[in-house]
């Protein structure tokens, strides 16, 4: 995948780690950036640096009607990030009710998939092309404090493995990103960890879209979560439990 002159969509590019993707598409050369939020003015504000190469649209990733509108409208798109996420802070049992749950799962899950389902036709005839998934950490790793995001990473990320097979005949690349500890709005109450930046991961994603890496680990917190549960999974699973019971 030749990121320079690429044309991209950005889910949840306005801001935080998809802020991050579309300063480092445009720092290496990509042809257009579509920056896609759930409110067209913040979509349209973020492409104002840029107007040559950015485009703001309104996009729901949990609205199946705007994921078809988004792919009418991006045609030329040979790379998908997906990068909107919702994360509620709260845990199964004492969320207050299913409402919660129910949007991380349609964002962080249904969305992914449904991007993918909209704009692979577009991919392939763009000759390939390449889709890049924001998961996280805590999709490798139950982590019962998150707790409808985390098993909806987990969904994604077995989501990305199934969609890499199906689109591996038509020359399109599924990359699964292992996110750690960011610092961005979504985890600003996360402290005691060094915070990558949003480039940081962005650059990361980029270099899987590359290369064509299936899964990647984008930064120190992620790799340590993973070695960790490499050398001793029942010893992670309890600090996870011992960390519940401290918040």
């Known amino acids: 995948m030749d990121i320079e002159n690429c044309t991209a969509i950005v889910t949840g590019g306005n801001r935080g780690i998809g802020e991050g993707f579309v300063e480092e598409l445009l720092e290496q050369g990509a042809k257009r950036v579509y920056i896609a939020a759930r409110s067209l003015a913040d979509a349209?504000?973020?492409?104002a640096r840029d107007p040559a190469r950015?485009?703001?649209?309104q996009l729901d990733v949990t609205n199946e009607q705007q994921v078809a509108a988004a792919a009418q409208a991006c045609g030329?798109?040979?790379l998908v990030v997906n990068n909107a996420g919702s994360f509620g802070m709260m845990t199964l049992m004492t969320a207050p009710d299913l409402a919660a749950m129910r949007l991380e799962i349609e964002?962080?899950?249904?969305?992914?998939v449904s991007m993918i389902r909209a704009f692979a036709p577009i991919l392939k005839r763009n000759g390939g092309g390449g889709?890049?998934?924001v998961l996280s950490a805590g999709g490798i790793v139950a982590v019962p404090n998150m707790g409808g995001y985390s098993p909806s990473k987990f969904a994604?990320?077995?989501?990305?493995t199934c969609l890499r097979a199906e689109l591996a005949p038509q020359g399109t690349h599924v990359a699964a990103l292992i996110v750690g500890s960011v610092d961005t709005r979504m985890a600003a109450h996360v402290t005691g960890q060094v915070k990558s930046t949003p480039r940081d991961i962005a650059r990361a994603g980029l270099i899987a879209a590359r290369h064509r890496i299936d899964e990647h680990d984008t930064d120190a917190h992620a790799i340590s979560v993973r070695a960790f549960l490499a050398r001793d999974p029942a010893g992670l699973a309890a600090s996870m439990a011992k960390a519940l019971n401290r918040a």
């Not at 950015?54 to 649209?57: A, K, M, N, R």
């Not at 994604?156 to 990305?160: E, G, K, P």
Request: hydrophobic share 50%; aromatic share 4%.
């Open 131 to 133: 889709v890049v998934n």
């Open 107 to 112: 964002t962080n899950y249904i969305g992914v």
């Open 44 to 47: 349209q504000q973020a492409a």
């Open 156 to 160: 994604a990320r077995a989501a990305s």
């Open 76 to 78: 030329d798109v040979d």
């Open 54 to 57: 950015l485009v703001g649209i």
